[in-house]
């Protein structure tokens, strides 16, 4: 009965997903049984209290204890409202707050928008950021399957929202901050990156590719791509406010 | 001294409340068609990408954010207001108080000018170079800080100036009517025999007054930005983006409720009249109204949750937006308790009240999904919000603003809507209405993002392909249902049925004044003895007592 709204949310491969995934059909199945519930009674009323030949209406201005007949419901959404709060405060803390730190995380990559294009910077073979092998590309974010990754988010023009359905993940860059977040990998596979922001002209065609490789296939990538030495850049991150 | 005027003080240049009602009325149903219209360029484009849309042309992605843009600016600004606040409550609240007129009616009639003004200042912006605004009805800066990031230079520049000279027309027209609450109240009328629709308009009126000021100040804030290069908004100038968010959702988030009150006291009126019953606890409405309009102030940053605010922030907003939905349940609940052993009748006004609380249920319950911090994460920016607020903004303005309509038309024109056509209307509109906005919500939830013009383009959403097409063909039925009514509107106007002073039986004060009522309104100064819903009280003969009736 309550899973039909999902029929169309595309797979999950991160690992905080398959929460915010849960804590939307939890929220589902509390709201639309009320739905459910408040649609019936009303539309029996409708039905039950159609006019009738010589029939004269109740005179029920609901005071005094009558006005409980909706202040208990009333309290029952309160004590649902409560309930969800508790259930998903957690995961918004996993996700947004309590972040791994960087000595925890497997890789670091630095996130930069413009209009309309998402630039990624990567660790290069030493497996760290801000080194002379740093792999820069624009439109493609390479990484490790099962890697823990801390992000950067910074944005070089107006505001920017990144956004990978799969990953359940969306946050704004915004010119002028550099804002931190994360995500952890579990499938294989290339998928879409949107930017979810309108950010002018470009914004339905600001697209970006994230690729999720084998282990052995990422080495192979590396190998490939981290460059010697240091190269010019071919944009600039100018955060103010570092 | 109504006999002496000429027509242009009778009906264009007019002090009358109830005159200046209609034209906010009547310029706020115009401006629906041009939202629907533009509502049909995008849907055309997003169902059939890039075929051309027929009475249009090729829609481009600037074309689409021009569309999208001015689309949300106009539906809310020009039409819900307008048509809810302003003209509902012009028209309604004298005559529900039993005055003869606002406490102000040379303001009133200022308010409706420089309502107009700005109405042809934002259709103007249309005809200037690069065409009108392409940056949401949000105005997020940066976007709009610095012209060169859309291309757009006066059509911002106009936009800004329309939106504040509306404003500035809401404000004259908020102090009317509060002032005239206040201080105009017949013999009688105690704040607590008041309608409710009297109380959700002073209500709505509060929010908007309290509200609007920060945004008011955003705005002048970004045309120095755009035209001094100030930097309010603009981080390498020092200034910061998310500063305007909290400005303008400081004012955008209450100014839904502004929306919701007016509409909610429309129908309160409207299920009371047509249950034959009274209005189910109508002080646990009032407070509970009154808690919700304090509590609407401490949400906004539920529209920012992943805009890069600190994320500690996000849980006490996160809260406060899960609990604003307890004082609206208790007014859904009231609303139903209200058809329990009542005498339902079925007229077109009833029929429209009734689908408005149905529908508007389904958009509430899904704001619960928005208002969850973690959930928002997926949701935000995409079509889920779109359909979220569709559910709650199209019963509050169109199904509301008709069932009003439709109710006060012989009181407007002394002539009745067809009622024939009213059902053909109601029965289109309202399914049609769920045909556009139920696939969105899947839309949505399958990851597409807001404001992208072509949905094909992203590999990942083409599956959903068919659902916007439905919605599309929705819209189609949706729009065409409105021919029915605008004929409907025009013809009854002058060729209905003729109305008596109070045709539906029902008890407010608007209902003794004639229909319609004279320059002035009521024949005889009208003294009240009791509360609006005295409807089937046990000891009565008939089961309506209209509030001037003595005891």
Known sequence: MFDWLFYWLPENISTYGAKIDGIMKMIWVIVFSWFVVVELVLFYFIFRYRAKEGGRASFQPGHGKAVLWILIPAALVLACDLAIDVRQNPVWDEIKINMPKPEEADQEIEINAQQFAWNFVMPGRDGSLKTADDIKVMGTLTLPVGAKVIFYLTSQDVIHSFWVPVLRLKQDAVPGRRITGWFQATKEGTYIIGCAELCGSGHGVMKAKLRILSPHDYEEWLEKESPETAEETAWKVEVPHE | MSESMTWTQKYLFSQDHKVIGIQYMITGLIMALLGGYLAYVFRYQLAFPNEGVPGFGEVGPDEYNLAISMHGTIMVFWVAMPILLSGFGNYLVPLMIGAKDMA???????????FFLSTVVLIASFFVPEGASKSGWTF??????????????????????????????????????LTSTITMRAKGMSYFRMPLLVWMMNIASLIFMFSVGPLIAGAFMLLGDRFFGVGFFIPSAGGDPLLYQHLFWFFGHPEVYVILLPALGIIAEIITAFARKPIFAYRTIVYAVLAAGVLSFLVWAHHQFISGIDPRL??????TTILISVPFAICMFAFIATFWKGQIRFKTPMLFAIAMIAEFLFGGITGIINGSTAADIYVHDTYFVVAHFHYTLFPVVFLGGFAGIYYWFPKMFGRFLNEAWGKVHFALTTLSFNMVFLPLFFVGLGGTHRRIFDPSYFENL??????QVIATLGLFIMLGAQVPFIINFFYSMFKGKQASANPWEANSLEWVAPSPPGHGNFLEEPVVTRWPYDYSLPQANKDWLSQTEVA
């Open chain 2, 104 to 114: 102000f009616p040379r303001l009133n009639m200022m308010s409706y000018w420089t």
């Open chain 2, 462 to 467: 083409t599956q959903l392909q068919p659902l």
């Open chain 2, 140 to 177: 997020y800066p940066p976007l709009t800080a610095v012209p060169g990031y859309t291309g757009v230079f006066w059509g911002g520049h106009l936009w800004l100036l329309a939106v504040a000279l509306e404003f500035a027309s809401m404000l004259m027209s908020g102090i009317n009517l």
């Open chain 2, 314 to 319: 996000a849980a006490p907003f996160g809260l």
